[in-house]
Antibody, heavy 118, light 111 residues
Framework: QMQLQESGPGLVKPSETLSLMCTVS????????WSWIRQSPDRGLEWIAWIYYGGSSHCSPSLRSRATISVDMSKNQFSLTLNSVTAADTAVYYC????????????WGPGTLVTVSS | QSALTQPASVSGSPGQSITISCTGT?????????ISWYQQHPGKAPKLMTYEVSRRPSGVSDRFSGSKSGNTASLTISGLQAEDEADYYCCSHAGSDIYVIFGGGTKLTVL
């Protein structure tokens, strides 16, 4: 059974870079499409980016200038970096597999809370 | 692009059926069959309940059913049970650039 687990710092200072990792177990990261999604009380659920191991990826237009998604097949992980963070980036960040056919997500990791504060 | 519109709350008694609506535009729900619904219990990650409008993942009860008409998608839960009390979110493909947008969420209370 596939499982995903997010990891990363719980606290990031404003203007710094947020780096998150998603470790996949029970499946190969080279077999599917993967995504990052975040959730906050103010913005609700917000899709951030998707990636396929072959090199194709895509970020939300609203975050494209600050977000990078990548995959590490040797570690069976994929990651997200978000630079120049502000308090508006405070959220629970989830990684998820994209269901074959597209535009739906299953399973999700349990999520990791990231707070942007000095 | 704005979030999809869902009612803030719905309620029903055990055994009843309820329907949650999700209204979008011709740029998302109206032009896509890639519509999904998620259930989220407090402190947990969202769980996929239906996808591609009306398909159910393995393990999801057939009490949950999805549909779509025009720019509005719906999730119907029949035979309400106490464990169905949760937040529900719709999601629609919105083109290759925006990719997907979510609804604002609906809190379901089982009376």
């Amino acid at each position: 059974q596939m499982q995903l687990q997010e990891s990363g710092p719980g606290l990031v200072k404003p203007s710094e870079t947020l780096s998150l990792m998603c470790t996949v177990s029970g499946a190969s990261v080279s077999s599917y499409y993967w995504s990052w999604i975040r959730q906050s009380p103010d913005r609700g659920l917000e899709w951030i980016a998707w990636i396929y191991y072959g090199g194709s990826s895509h970020c939300s237009p609203s975050l494209r200038s600050r977000a990078t998604i990548s995959v590490d097949m040797s570690k069976n992980q994929f990651s997200l970096t978000l630079n120049s963070v502000t308090a508006a980036d405070t959220a629970v960040y989830y990684c998820a597999q994209i269901v074959w056919g597209g535009a739906s997500f299953d399973p999700w990791g349990p999520g990791t809370l990231v707070t942007v504060s000095s | 692009q704005s979030a999809l519109t869902q009612p803030a709350s719905v309620s029903g008694s055990p055994g009843q059926s309820i329907t949650i609506s999700c209204t979008g535009t011709s740029s998302d729900i109206g032009s896509s069959n890639l519509i999904s619904w998620y259930q989220q219990h407090p402190g947990k990650a969202p769980k996929l309940m239906t996808y591609e409008v009306s398909r159910r993942p393995s393990g999801v009860s057939d009490r949950f059913s999805g549909s779509k008409s025009g720019n509005t998608a719906s999730l119907t839960i029949s035979g309400l049970q106490a464990e169905d009390e949760a937040d529900y979110y719709c999601c629609s493909h919105a083109g290759s650039d925006i990719y997907v947008i979510f609804g604002g969420g609906t809190k379901l209370t089982v009376l």
